[in-house]
C-alpha cells in the first residue's frame, strides 16, 4: 500500500496508487478519489481507467483531474471543488509524489472560503511547502 499523507479529516494525499490499493483505501474509510496524474507520465504507471474500474465496483467516487508540470488553470482548480463538494466524506487525492495533488486541494480549498495561512500550515504539517503557489493562494483569496 502506498503512503498516504492525511491533511485534515477531509482529504489525504498520496503518490501513486495501484488498483490493488484501491480496496485498502476503501477499507480506510475513504469515499472518494481523485486522480490528478495524467496517463502515460512515466512508464509502467498504472493507467487511471484501471484504478477507476476497482473503484466503481467498490462504490467509491473517482475523479480524474489531470495536473501536468506545465501549472495549473482556473478549470483544473474549478473541478476540484466540485470533487471536494461531491465527495460525501474523506477523499484520497493522488499524483506521482503528493505534491500536486497537495497544491490543487489548497487552491481548491482557498477559492472555497478557507484562508490561505490555514491551508499553508495545514500542508506544512503534513511535509508539503506551498510558498511556490502563495502568489495564486492570494489572488484567489482575494477574487471572493
Not at 495536473?67 to 461531491?86: I, K, R
Amino acid at each position: 500500500m502506498t503512503s498516504i499523507r492525511p491533511i485534515d479529516d477531509s482529504i489525504s494525499v498520496a503518490p501513486q496508487i495501484t488498483p490493488a490499493d484501491v480496496t485498502e483505501i476503501a477499507r480506510a474509510g475513504f469515499t472518494a478519489i481523485i486522480n490528478n496524474r495524467p496517463d502515460d507520465e512515466e512508464p509502467g504507471q498504472p493507467e487511471g481507467a484501471a484504478v477507476r474500474l476497482i473503484a466503481d465496483t467498490l462504490n467509491l467516487k473517482y475523479t480524474e483531474i489531470p495536473v501536468t508540470h506545465s501549472g495549473f488553470s482556473g478549470n483544473q482548480v474549478d473541478a476540484m471543488v466540485a470533487a471536494l463538494e461531491d465527495a460525501g466524506g474523506p477523499v484520497l487525492a493522488y499524483c506521482r509524489s503528493g505534491t500536486r495533488s497537495c497544491n490543487l486541494w489548497a487552491l481548491a480549498r482557498v477559492k472555497m472560503g478557507d484562508h490561505p495561512d490555514t491551508v499553508m500550515a495545514k500542508a506544512a504539517a503534513t511535509g508539503y511547502d506551498l510558498t511556490g503557489i502563495r502568489p495564486l493562494l492570494d489572488a484567489l483569496a482575494s477574487g471572493r
